[in-house]
């Protein structure tokens, strides 16, 4: 693969006709600079152009490939549904795959996290979540909903967090690029602190920093516990923030504040579950269950689109009554719990039992960090950090400072683009490189990977001034 014929992307030249060919239009794209890439196949962790270029799958499809394109038993289990039945309700009905499926997923998340409410993405899976821990509540402390109460009708959510597109996500979210210009038709959530391990506030440690993190959301809980229905946060990695990592300990520290102020703790593991961290979820490294667990992208391995919010049972049976009283869920998806993506993720969950994936990812991590070590020690590389198959390089302006460059240099968009040219398909979050190769990737495909990415960012970080 590393014969790959070169490709070659034109930078920043803004192209676009009066009236653009664009029929397709790209999420989070500028599509007048965009320059296409269009795919024709895949297999493994490789992606082929309609012109014949090889990719490495550097970001697994957006964070959710994990057994590798076209794999057999995926594509088996795919089909044969197929066979079967691709499509019905889940409304009131349901069919044995996805069943099947519902149990299987209360058997590898934590705890006693057991019922499974089916969504198609993300930031839908998120929207359930919110809306069943404020029902929830409102059942449980048999209260009438009102526009004017607040109590147990809000949310915390950390600094820069992202929890989807959706409006209800978009109001938990806190990157100002993606969140700020839809403040007007979004709910203002309790604000968390960003516990990042790479910048610390002065005069605070690692050893102290998981003491100090909880310390300000126990004040925040203080002050605002009977106003809150839940806690939302995802787990040990902020990915979309730029792979922001949390001190060690604070998942499990949040999760006591929330029993101890009666809120609800709300798990977003759409981008850490499903082994990316190197345990099936990143609760399960600080032995934490969630009230309500969120999952997605790797549920399906990256297949079909799905997603799913699993509770525990004291949050199903609030909703448990006589038809009359009226206590049933008020939400539900079209597409929720769709067969073909059911028989993917059992598909799934059998190669992850099978090939024990989970297990191999630490040393896949450990093997990738020491392929990064040489570019660790670029004077613009400020922070190589992440967890399990989930990494993120900080390029910096001054590495002693911890100063970003100028976000208007396009500086990450710039190396991705030339990684890209290289053979290794990522995309940036601002100035942070995002590695997330499919789990299955091997230690020399990693290697490619890492060498790729050290070479453009020498290349385009070479008379940076
Ligand atoms: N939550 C997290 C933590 C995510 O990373 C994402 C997607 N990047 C979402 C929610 C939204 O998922 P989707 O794009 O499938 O709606």
Known sequence: FLSNPPLTLEKNSVSVPPESQNFHWHGFTQMADFQNIVIERAEGCWLTTTSGQRLFDGVASLWCNVHGHRNPKMDEAIRAQLDRVSHITTLGMSADITDQLAERLAEVTPGDLKHVFFSSDGSSAVEAALKMALQYWHLKNQTTPSSTSTAKTRYLALSSAYHGDTTGAVSLGG???????????????VRGPLPCSYRLPDG????????????????????????????????????????????????ARIRELCDQYNVLMIVDEVATGFGRTGRMFACDHEGVTPDILCMGKGITAG?????ATIARPHVFEAFLGKSSERKQFYHGHTFGGNPLAAAAAVASLDLFRDTQLTETIDAKSQFLRECLAPIADHPHVGDVRGRGL?????????????TPFDSDRLIGRNVCERATELGAWIRPLGDVIVLMP???????????????????????LADID
């Open 438 to 460: 499919p789990l299955v990737a091997s230690n020399e495909e990693l290697r490619f990977l890492a060498d790729t990415v050290t070479r453009a960012i020498e290349e385009v």
């Open 175 to 189: 990157i100002k690029y993606f969140h700020q210009l839809f403040a007007p038709i979004v709910f203002t959530p």
């Open 303 to 307: 297949y079909l689109p799905m997603a």
């Open 204 to 251: 605070i440690r690692d050893a102290t920093a998981c003491d100090y993190y909880a310390h300000e959301i126990e004040s925040l809980l203080k002050q605002h516990h009977a106003e809150l229905a839940a806690v939302v946060m995802e787990p040990l990695v902020q990915g979309a923030a730029g792979m922001i990592t949390h001190p060690a300990g604070l998942l």
């Open 390 to 402: 989930m990494v993120g390089i900080e390029l910096v302006a001054d590495r002693n400072r911890k």
